[in-house]
């Protein structure tokens, strides 16, 4: 049923509305999602309750439709988060806000997707013990809804004819957190100074795919990045921090305007981290005679290459280019739990309902695998619905999914595109690992079952299935 859906897109994609060019409208704004008061913040296995703002998290909006004379094309907007994932309904909340107040934009091309800052608001009610006076998630969400809807608003009814480049700079941000042992067995962040440590499961990308909107008097107006690295640098503090992307938006503004908005994108990285792995004390000594800490160093970095790539950039901007946005539903098998496996959740969900509240997360998350085998031995799988976008500006593609996706798949997807450059966005939905299958040989955090809704075989389903997409969109 799969492989025919894809074909069936296929065909429906082959005429000429994939080559036909038309006149493109760009609006784009930012938002604060900061909330006003403390909050529990999400990324960690404990409750942690905000003490007070160190940089704001933001929402960045990029709302783009291609028109034909006045015959519109297509459409689509982008809205990035300072959040650590897409969870507890949230894109659905701000889908009914918006709606109504934008009824000439299709609301199924509405993409949310976040930067996986572990220093953000927790947005799924029952996961974490809150604490009295400290913000519910459900009220942050209403508030969250509705500074995204306004914002998204504004960027739509604001939209102009705008012109598009790109291009790809390169910058040292992610590295591969899994340690590998000779035993077979693989950690995250584990230990490197011991005789059985043999390496890194995978492999890095320094890669950035970079896209720049310029309105019709030349004016840059909004830029993208995506780049394979979560934002999760200050991820163990209590205080409200975007990460790496607020140094680069402050550096870049600072720059090239105050309205400039810079939309982060995170590419597939469910195994990669900002944190150094290897070289610690050359690399804080090198930020040390800089005066930069890890975060402001990955800013530098990353401000530069987007500096370096945007002199080459801008000498093709096209404002007459094919602009299709494709929405498909792909059905991704459910991680089996074994027996063993429940057991040893079973046991651990035991240990930890008998420690204080702050750990009630932990114990939610044994739980749902224990949830989850008897719901399997009951006849009950359940594939995961993943909502797949697929878009094609001129020569780059662009393709969503909504896990923490491990970046073997995103080697594949890019390998295998038709497309001159390929934009990944992950963590539209609730940011589950998608492991490999080495991964999930080594186990560990981030490639047990614990950590997984969807394994390595969904994994490769839908690396073949935006693949599949992508090509249809060049036929």
């Known amino acids: 049923m799969l492989y025919r859906a894809i074909l ?44 007070e703002v160190e940089s704001p998290v933001q929402a960045n909006i990029l709302a783009i439709e291609s028109r034909d004379g006045a015959v519109v094309k297509d459409q689509a907007i982008f809205v990035a988060c300072g959040l650590v994932a897409i969870r507890g309904g949230i894109a659905e909340q701000v889908a009914a806000e918006l709606a109504p107040r934008i009824p000439d934009f299709d609301i199924n091309k509405l993409i949310l997707s976040a930067t996986h800052s572990h220093t953000a608001p927790v947005l799924v009610d029952g996961n974490y013990h809150i604490p009295e006076g400290v913000m519910t998630p459900a009220e942050y969400r209403i508030f969250f809804t509705q500074q995204v809807a306004d914002a998204a608003e504004k960027a739509w009814k604001e939209r102009q004819p705008a012109k598009a480049g790109w291009g790809l700079g390169h910058a040292v941000v992610g590295h591969n957190r899994r340690m590998i042992y000779d035993n077979g067995t693989a950690v995250m962040h584990g230990k490197k100074h011991i005789p059985g440590f043999r390496g ?14 310029w309105d019709a008097n030349d004016t840059l107006i909004a830029t993208a990045m995506s780049l394979g690295c979560p934002a999760q640098r200050a991820g163990s503090g209590s205080k409200v921090n975007a990460d790496f992307w607020h140094p680069i938006r402050e550096t870049l503004k600072a720059k090239h305007g105050e309205d400039l ?10 195994d990669h981290t900002p944190h150094l792995q290897i070289r610690k004390a050359a690399e804080a000594r090198m930020n040390k005679l800089r005066g930069l800490d890890e ?28 602009f299709v946005h494709q929405v498909a539903h792909v ?18 969900v035991e240990t930890w309902s008998k420690k204080e509240a702050k750990f009630f997360r932990r114990v ?24 797949l976008h697929t878009l094609r500006l001129g020569d780059i593609a662009i393709a969503t999914n909504d896990f923490e996706l491990f970046l073997q798949y995103g080697i594949q997807m890019k ?61």
Not at 304 to 321: C, I
Not at 364 to 387: F, M
Request: glycine share 10%; net charge negative.
């Open 364 to 387: 939610k998350w044994h739980q749902s695998v224990v949830d989850r085998y008897e719901r399997q031995q009951a006849g009950e799988l359940r594939p995961y619905d993943q909502k």
């Open 200 to 213: 890194f499961e995978g492999p890095d990308d320094p890669g950035i795919e970079m896209l720049y909107f």
């Open 415 to 475: 390998a295998k595109s038709p497309a001159l450059q390929t934009f990944l966005i992950q963590l539209c939905g609730p940011g589950t690992y998608v492991p490999t299958p080495y991964a999930e040989a080594g186990g560990g955090y981030s490639a047990i079952v614990q950590s997984n809704e969807v394994g390595s075989e969904g994994g490769q389903v839908l690396t073949d299935s935006t693949v599949a997409h992508l090509k249809a969109l060049w036929p």
């Open 261 to 270: 908005v810079v939309v982060g994108w995170i590419s597939t990285a469910g």
């Open 331 to 348: 059905e991704l098998p459910e991680r089996v739990v074994t027996k063993e496996e429940m057991k040893d959740a079973r046991n651990q």
């Open 8 to 51: 069936v897109l296929t065909l429906a994609l082959s005429g000429s509305a994939l080559t036909h060019a038309a006149t493109l409208h760009v609006g784009a704004e930012s938002t604060s999602i900061t909330p006003d008061g403390p909050v529990a913040l999400s990324g960690q296995m404990h409750t942690r309750v905000s003490t």
């Open 295 to 322: 975060i402001g160093e990955i800013a530098r970095r990353v401000v530069n290459a987007w500096e370096e790539t945007y002199a080459v950039a801008q000498q093709e901007k096209f404002d007459d280019l094919p």
